[in-house]
């Protein structure tokens, strides 16, 4: 019987795990969603503005110094907004492979090049569709902070050094 109650107990502590890493997943991925589309916005604009200057300057007989800065400068804001939404859609992606990491308790390293599951540390074949990993398979990167009390480089997000155990979550905040 108490095998049961054991079994029922790790059932519902895992979809615990699950509903909870899912929902903060949702809250912050919609955020980032948000900020994408907003940062999109901007670039219809920016493209929609460059296309009317171009019009405009190419009715009136050629394009002189001014607008040609003017076109470069339009064209570096538009290339600044495309490497921030470049960077929120990996901020996107790496959320899910935090997200795989809180429900299996598994390292997700990155997504499968074939199918786009995701793959764990030692892998050697994708979960999902069974193509083998390769090195080619994108590494998230992790950030480090080096422990003040036994010097080892640790994830910064860490709350204890996982090699001494020193406490590290006041440090980190």
Known sequence: MADIFDEFSKNVSKTLRTVQAKSQTIVE???IKKEISDFE?????LFSELGRMFYISSKKNGLS???MEDFKGKCLEISKLED?????KKELENLELKEKEKIYGKVAI????DCGGIIYKGDK?????GAPVNIEVPQKSI?????PNCGKEIPADSKFCPECG???????K
């Open 166 to 172: 020193f406490p590290l979550e006041s440090k980190n």
């Open 110 to 113: 990155g997504k499968c090049p």
């Open 29 to 31: 991925s919609v955020k």
């Open 84 to 88: 921030k939404v470049s960077e929120l």
């Open 125 to 129: 074949f994708c979960g999902s569709c």
């Open 143 to 147: 950030d480090k902070i080096i422990c």
């Open 41 to 45: 916005s901007k670039l219809n604009l």
């Open 65 to 67: 110094k001014e607008r």
